[in-house]
């Protein structure tokens, strides 16, 4: 069986390799309002590079490549999962 990997999603998801900030805001920020998201994306404290296209422009949208994402999701989750690993191990772990 094939299984989707999280470049593939993200692309089924957002159809384009360069994603608006704004459309992954809405889906995996939506606890940031858009101002602190654009302020984040400004001092580059995500994740991921985000980018405008018009560099010139204080206005344009601010872009995602969308492996770069997709390495972020995938990382974040790894760290988390095996710091869920490691909390059931030792909750399970017998009692001297």
Do not use: W
Request: net charge positive; aromatic share 12%.
């Amino acid at each position: 069986m094939n299984h989707l990997n999280t470049i593939d999603y993200l692309f089924l998801q957002f159809r384009s390799i360069h994603i608006k900030l704004e459309d992954i805001r809405t889906v995996y920020y939506s606890h940031l309002c858009p101002e602190k998201m654009k302020e984040k994306a400004r001092q580059q404290q995500l994740p991921f590079t985000c980018f405008r296209i018009d560099e010139g422009s204080q206005k344009g949208h601010f872009f995602v490549e969308i492996h770069e994402l997709a390495r972020a999701i995938d990382e974040i989750y790894l760290k988390n999962h095996q710091s869920f690993k490691s909390a059931v191990q030792k909750s399970t772990k017998p009692k001297e």
